[in-house]
């Protein structure tokens, strides 16, 4: 028998149920964070698509520089975003840089 937070006779089962709980809770929590971590870095906002369409477009165009200032726009909202990433690389290898 333990004692819980009440005062009250508790059975070590039913303490050892309440950690897995909270274990299981604490797992789940951190899970959906990293996902949305993951799917933030893949997937664009929005905003941040029509900022890639912009950048795309100048870089189709043979307009590095402006299609590095669109990309780097962009990191400054979304810095994990690896679309914007790897326009900005690539615009700045067109400009030698």
Same mark, same amino acid.
């Given at each position: 028998?333990?004692?819980?937070? %009440? ?6 089962? $039913?303490?050892? &149920? !309440? #950690?897995? *709980?909270? /274990? ?22 929005? %905003? ?6 912009? $950048?795309?477009? &100048? !870089? #189709?165009? *043979?307009? /590095? ?33």
């Amino acid at each position: 028998m333990v004692l819980s937070d %009440s005062g009250k006779s508790q059975p070590t089962s $039913a303490r050892g &149920a !309440e #950690a897995s *709980g909270l /274990f299981m809770w604490l797992t789940l929590s951190l899970s959906t964070l990293f996902a949305g971590a993951v799917l933030a870095a893949v997937f664009p906002l929005q %905003s941040d698509a029509l900022g890639l369409a912009r $950048a795309k477009s &100048a !870089e #189709a165009d *043979g307009c /590095f520089e402006e299609a590095a200032q669109q990309y780097q726009a962009i990191l400054k909202g979304t810095p994990s975003l690896v679309k914007a990433r790897l326009g900005r690389g690539r615009s700045l290898a067109n400009l030698s840089r």
